[in-house]
């Protein structure tokens, strides 16, 4: 895992909306001075306190973590799973539909 390149989004998301490291910290229950290791690259971090990252900063843990995740067809295949598991028969054929015409569109280009 690339500590340094998930550091740097958190501090990125936690610029977005303007939170000094200490309020952050604050917020997710973490030392001011633990928040400046993350954010460096410098330590490590248990899945809880990402969690509680990932919420406060209000991203998803996989945006965090995209640098980690090796791009293959069965991560992207799962992805797909993911989203379209808890849908209906006709919004599963709709995503499919509009997978269709996206990947045309993009064929034209």
Not at 38 to 66: M, P
Not at 78 to 96: H, N, T, V
């Amino acid at each position: 895992m690339n500590y340094q390149l998930l550091g740097e989004r958190i501090r990125q998301e936690r610029l977005k909306l303007n939170l000094t490291q200490a309020k952050l910290a604050e917020d997710v229950d973490i030392s001011d001075a633990y928040m400046g290791h993350i954010e460096r690259g410098q330590r490590s971090l248990a899945l809880g306190t990402l969690i509680r990252l990932a919420n406060r900063l209000g991203v998803t843990v996989d945006y965090l973590l995209k640098d980690s995740v090796e791009a293959t067809d069965d991560n992207f295949i799962d992805q797909f799973r993911q989203i379209i598991d808890s849908q209906s028969p006709e919004r599963k054929q709709m995503a499919i539909d509009v997978l269709k015409t996206m990947f045309s569109h993009l064929d034209e280009l």
